[in-house]
């Protein structure tokens, strides 16, 4: 059992940066691929960024490649999320997820993959 809490939410405007953290709770936290997900009001939830349980393999959707950066440190079992030059359309509630996996450079981009889930943490970047 992992339970995800994430953290770093706010209101920020446009071109800004806001950088999101994830705690995990339990001692195997690099056993699991992580990954970010988001929901604007009315959309599904959809993929962001994903990290494999190595910290060198990372996957964006191609919506924020270049502006936001997935990391982990698995010594304090936190993942992260920065995000840079934010734009409205970036307006969400974001999630983080853990996968178990015994593959250690596998990253996942769909909701169906994960196996837990954080509460989420409201973005919101004005104009």
């Known amino acids: 059992q992992v339970q995800l809490v994430e953290s770093g939410g706010g209101l920020v405007q446009a071109g800004g940066s806001l950088r999101l953290s994830c705690a995990a709770s339990?001692?195997?936290?690099?056993?699991?691929?992580m990954g970010w997900f988001r929901q604007a009001p009315g959309k599904e939830r959809e993929f962001v960024a994903a990290?494999?349980?190595?910290?060198?393999?990372?996957s964006y959707v191609d919506s924020v490649k270049g502006r936001f950066t997935i990391s982990r440190d698995n010594a304090k079992n936190t993942v992260y999320l920065q995000m840079n030059s934010l734009k409205p359309d970036d307006t969400a509630v974001y999630y983080c997820?853990?996968?178990?996996?015994?593959?250690?450079?596998?990253?996942?981009?769909?909701?169906?993959?994960?196996?837990?889930w954080g509460q989420g943490t409201q973005v919101t970047v004005s104009s």
């Open positions: 997820a853990a996968k178990a996996t015994a593959n250690a450079i596998s990253r996942f981009g769909g909701t169906y993959e994960y196996d837990y």
């Open positions: 990290i494999s349980r190595s910290p060198d393999f990372t």
């Open positions: 339990g001692r195997t936290f690099s056993s699991y691929a």
